[in-house]
């Protein structure tokens, strides 16, 4: 797969010493090998950058990075390592700021469902309050905290005023939350968290291997102060993938629980990255998952970090963080295999059902070694017949591609910034980029929140599309009859 840019000769030239507020307008299919100057945007053809909206204070800083998205109606709910800001959307180019809620603990990542919201705390804190602080150091070699009150799990608000969310239960789970994807169960009127956290953890010596589990908290609707922890079912009794000890980038992840789960309750099916693996569940019985089959790669995946069903449920995307997200990957070092997408078919029926792999898809661009660049975030693109869909590479920016053939992906479209500096590492770019009632939004961890338009006939019917809430772990039948 070729890496390389084509700019427009008059866009170049058109180049003045603001870089910063200079944008290129680029081909969809690049060619040349130049790289943005510092904080220059560019972009395909088809895409148009309606809106950014900076980080607001006091998330402003270069350690309060922004993180996952969240939509509900006219409102988008934007995680930051600080809190999380809720964004009106209902003119996408000209977003507004509703509300700030200061609540510091990583990840803050974030999902909505009707009047609650939940929110990830994946650092030990001094207790479950959003005037924490961060957790006093463990004793060394001890069995657990310094501080017996240390505290990370799921934060639960009440979003009935989007203006003034109310924080109403903390629930703590073993190892933290890393993420959490959530499972409604609609019937009942009950919410299921699934919650995946890493293990072992320095700052929580509480959490010890072996972690091959997720803890699953059960929410009832019409009483969310009973939140609790319900099931912790173990998905690798065998251990799972031992990995592969080595240095960066050779070494390859074991399996530890799950970086990330994306559900599909309308199929019954999850799918999880878990860091080792590649994993294919039954959901049936919400509180109870079933491995149907996994998979592994250990020659070119380093860290299966998050997953994407294709509407059809018949295929899936899997992502490979190499680097953890704060390493340049997306170079000619690396090349277009690591750090990559996994494309991988879903064969066969009922238990019988495998997942056998089609190719790799790498943004064709290459970034500049100050850019921490990998495969991260993304959403499908709801188009009837095809399987499209954007996605966030951190300072490799926004790629819109199709995978409708499994073995032969491609870029249709893309968005991106130049590094943040040239001389230093800073870890930024889309964290986030999801496709929302007919815009792309993205959180970007440096930048702030962005909306693009895609201005391209393959994706035009996308826009008949219309969500009353999107939390693209918890994903969609799009036409669903």
């Known amino acids: 797969m070729a890496h390389a840019r084509k700019r427009k000769v008059s866009a170049w030239l058109a180049t003045t010493v603001a870089a910063a507020l200079t944008t290129f307008a680029l081909a969809p299919s690049p060619a040349a090998a130049e790289i943005p100057p510092v904080d220059a945007v560019a972009k395909s053809d088809n895409i148009r950058h309606l809106a950014n909206i900076p980080k607001q204070a006091p998330f402003n800083t270069e350690s309060n990075l922004n993180s996952d998205l969240a939509f509900q109606g006219k409102y988008a709910f934007a995680g930051n390592y600080g809190g999380l800001t809720i964004f009106d959307i209902s003119r996408p180019s000209q977003p507004t700021v509703v509300s700030t809620v200061v609540c510091p603990g990583s990840q803050n990542d974030v999902s909505v469902n009707g009047n609650l919201l939940y929110l990830s ?84 010596p509480k959490c010890q291997p072996p972690h091959d589990l997720i803890s699953i908290v059960k929410v009832p609707r019409s009483n969310p102060a009973a939140a609790a922890v319900v099931s912790e079912p173990v998905l690798f009794p065998d251990g799972g993938f031992p990995g592969v000890p080595g240095s960066y980038p050779n070494s390859r992840s074991a399996t530890s629980g799950c970086h990330d789960i994306t559900a599909y309750p309308e199929k019954d099916l999850a799918a999880g990255a878990c860091m080792g693996e590649g994993v294919l569940f039954d959901i049936s019985d919400r509180a109870n998952p079933r491995v149907i089959t996994g998979v592994r790669d250990s020659v070119n995946f380093a860290f299966w970090h998050s997953a994407t069903f294709n509407n059809d449920a018949t295929k899936i995307v899997f992502t490979d963080e190499l680097g953890g997200g704060g390493t340049a990957t997306c170079n000619a070092t690396i090349g277009d295999k690591w750090g990559a997408n996994g494309i991988y078919d879903i064969v066969g029926k009922g238990d019988k059902r495998k997942l056998v792999f089609r190719s790799y898809y790498k943004i064709p661009r290459h970034q500049a070694d100050t850019e921490n660049c990998v495969a991260h975030n993304g959403s499908l693109i709801p188009v009837k017949g095809k399987d499209l869909m954007v996605q966030s590479w951190y300072q490799g920016g926004v790629s819109v591609w199709d995978f409708t053939d499994s073995a032969q992906p491609k870029e249709i479209g893309f968005f991106e910034r130049g590094p943040l500096s040239d001389t230093r590492m800073i870890t930024g770019g889309a964290w986030s980029t999801y ?34 809430q999107l939390n693209v772990q918890s994903q969609p039948d799009y036409f669903e009859d």
């Open 121 to 204: 705390t994946d650092s030990a804190r001094s207790d479950d309050s959003c005037n924490s602080t961060a957790a006093t150091p463990a004793t060394p070699g001890g069995s657990s905290d310094t501080n017996p009150t240390n505290w990370q799990g799921i934060k639960v608000f009440d979003i009935s005023d989007v203006r003034n969310p109310r924080y109403i239960k903390s629930v703590e789970t073993k190892c933290g939350s890393h993420t959490h994807t959530l499972v409604p169960d609609k019937k009942r009127k009950v919410d299921y968290l699934y919650v995946q956290s890493y293990s072992p953890r320095a700052d929580f």
């Open 435 to 468: 496709y929302y009632n007919g815009h792309v939004y993205s959180n970007d961890i440096q930048k702030g929140f962005d909306v693009l338009k895609i201005d391209d006939k393959r994706v035009e019917k996308a826009e008949r599309i219309k969500l009353d």
